[in-house]
């Protein structure tokens, strides 16, 4: 897989891009971690959804997460969904569980 092929998700998917690969990514990428099973990720969805359907040419991310998942330990996530954005491959800020799709809004707020 290339950077080019990773692209936006509207489900969880299984890990199939690695920290390198994620850090050789260009622009402006939002990466979610969390599961479809999880309750706190199904109430932050439609926020999370809203804001970022305002961010033409945002990447948006999902990754599903899990005990031993390579991606989320590097990224040193612990709870869900954690939000992380990232411009050029590299970590702009982060959120954790969102309520509010203002509050995802303000991260997002936070690209060029």
Known sequence: MTTNDIGSDSE????????????????DILLEFGAPW???CQAA???IKEAVSEHEGLRHIK????????????????LW?????LQDGKEVDRLVRPLSAEEVRELLSKTN
């Open 12 to 27: 969880y998917t299984e890990e199939s891009v690695t920290f390198e690969q994620v850090s050789e990514l260009s622009g």
């Open 38 to 40: 999880c309750g706190h």
């Open 45 to 47: 969805s439609s926020a």
């Open 63 to 78: 990754i599903y997460d899990g005990k031993g998942k390579r991606l989320g330990r590097a990224f040193k996530v612990k």
């Open 81 to 85: 969904p954690t939000l992380i954005l």
